[in-house]
């Protein structure tokens, strides 16, 4: 009896084993696409998923495509495997989620929870309400309001930014909800803020009229996937990081569309003359940290991070953008945008590692907002004024319009590129202590 009943032995604890491994398989990911979706860096899933395999004791490759994740999962006699595709869900960019599932990612090695633990955890995460949406609303208002201010806007432009990124982010928040097509969102908004943007130009004149239409679109500008995208491929993932830096692409010509359409209909000049002189370059530097950090706090909370980390980006942009003023404008350094925008970006990668350790918060959470008042969006925005007045214009401006598109935009991706790169070098420096903050290990 016993000869026939050892293969039906080995036979159940086979598919029993199997059975186990596909559940896992598929709860990995559920829980990978999942930070994906949220805007989390391609080496920060991949840690993460891994992890979580590990506490079970079985080997996880994970394969990372642009709206798809393949994970395999297998023994380490190999004798038992499984492969699950799963498409990346839309969520929209949240740094709680990424937060609180790396945290999950822990939990996971230091208490040894259960699958179904890990399920219920993973549920009650990714169910958390956002921030309010009018909370959202103002604070980015106020944000693009002081985005408009580092560019030399007076108060007046800041005002009309105001009233153009209330109005034109209120728009995008409902048509969001009604499941746009985030191009034509993005299309429809820029064209709005531009259009109030535009009344400095046509009714207001005062003083920095260019000003006020080149920042009112500025909150769109897709800062985070940028970044990302630049660190995914510095952190040799070029797949996923050519992918989210060409979405990002797509957006921007979406905005610049938007803009186009306003300038073409209401056929305004939009030349960039605004020149402002600060002599006290010490004070001059505070204000500018100062104005930074409205700017960091309120694109920070577009993210929706947890309440408290947003003090340390709010922080970290005052620092950052207030040191790379003082690199560009104390008589005797004047460096040039490209140089400052990278060493500040190391201060504030340098920062972010200490306040992570300390708030057991990813450190690109708090870099990834104060960053974005950094983006060169004046420089973006003469470009698309640039490609317009080649189209409008005779052949002896096309040809001074075409060197200058060729120095904005390569300006433009210079600065993006040495900001990015500088914050993410300190990360990666310390890039051991970068991916454990997120351990709680007393909880």
Same mark, same amino acid.
């Given at each position: ?7 039906? %032995? ?16 598929? #709860? ?157 969102? #993005? ?12 009344? %400095? ?33 510095? %952190? ?17 010509i979406c905005i610049a569309l938007g803009l186009s359409i306003t300038v073409m209909v209401l056929g305004i000049d939009v030349s960039i003359v605004t020149k402002v002189v600060r002599p006290n370059i010490l004070l001059a530097s505070l204000a500018d940290g100062l104005y930074a950090a409205v700017a960091g706090l309120g694109f920070a909370v577009i993210s929706n991070p947890p309440r408290k980390a947003l003090a340390y980006s709010a922080f970290l942009a005052c ?46 959470? #708090? ?77």
């Amino acid at each position: 009896m016993s000869n026939f009943s050892q293969p039906s %032995d080995h036979t159940e604890i086979s598919n029993e084993a199997h059975k186990c491994i596909k559940e896992i398989t598929i #709860f990995l990911a559920e829980y990978a696409s999942t930070l994906e979706a949220v805007g989390v860096q391609t080496s920060r899933i991949q840690a993460n998923t891994i992890r979580i395999a590990k506490s079970f004791g079985y080997w996880c490759n994970i394969m990372m495509f642009p709206k798809t994740i393949s994970i395999t999962l297998h023994d380490e006699g190999r004798e038992h495997s499984y492969t699950y595709v799963k498409k990346t869900p839309s969520m929209g960019l949240n740094f709680k989620i990424n937060m609180k599932l790396s945290h999950l990612s822990w939990e996971a090695v230091d208490k040894k929870l259960s699958l179904s633990e890990l399920w219920k955890k993973f549920n009650n995460v990714i169910s958390e309400p956002r921030e309010s949406p009018w909370t959202v609303l103002i604070l980015v208002s106020f944000a693009n309001a002081c985005f408009c201010r580092l560019f030399d806007g007076n108060y007046t432009s800041m005002a009309i930014v105001w009233i153009a990124t209330f109005v034109g982010f209120y728009i995008r928040q409902q048509l969001t909800k009604r499941k746009w097509n985030v191009l034509a969102i #993005f299309t429809i908004c820029s064209f709005i803020s531009t259009l109030i943007g535009a009344t %400095d130009i046509l009714f207001i004149h005062g003083g920095t009229e260019d000003i006020s239409i080149g920042t009112s679109m500025l909150y769109l500008v897709p800062g985070v996937p940028l970044i990302n995208g630049v660190m995914d491929i510095i %952190d040799h993932n070029a797949l996923n990081g050519i992918a989210r830096i060409t979405n990002a692409l797509l957006l921007i010509i979406c905005i610049a569309l938007g803009l186009s359409i306003t300038v073409m209909v209401l056929g305004i000049d939009v030349s960039i003359v605004t020149k402002v002189v600060r002599p006290n370059i010490l004070l001059a530097s505070l204000a500018d940290g100062l104005y930074a950090a409205v700017a960091g706090l309120g694109f920070a909370v577009i993210s929706n991070p947890p309440r408290k980390a947003l003090a340390y980006s709010a922080f970290l942009a005052c620092v950052g953008h207030g040191i790379r003023y003082f690199l560009m404008h104390y008589p005797s350094l004047m460096l040039d945008q490209v140089s400052a925008s990278t060493i500040a970006g190391f201060t504030i990668g340098l920062l972010a590692i200490p306040f992570a350790m300390h708030l057991h918060y990813p450190a690109e959470g #708090f870099a990834f907002p104060a960053l974005l008042p950094m983006v060169p969006g004046m420089f973006a925005y003469k470009s698309i004024i640039n490609t317009i007045n080649i189209v409008r214009q005779t052949t002896e401006f096309t040809i001074k319009n075409v060197g200058d598109f060729f120095h904005n935009s390569t300006l433009t991706i210079l600065v993006m590129f040495g900001m990015v790169a500088g914050c993410v070098i300190p990360i990666f420096i310390f890039r051991r202590q970068s991916f454990s903050v997120t351990r709680k290990r007393g909880s």
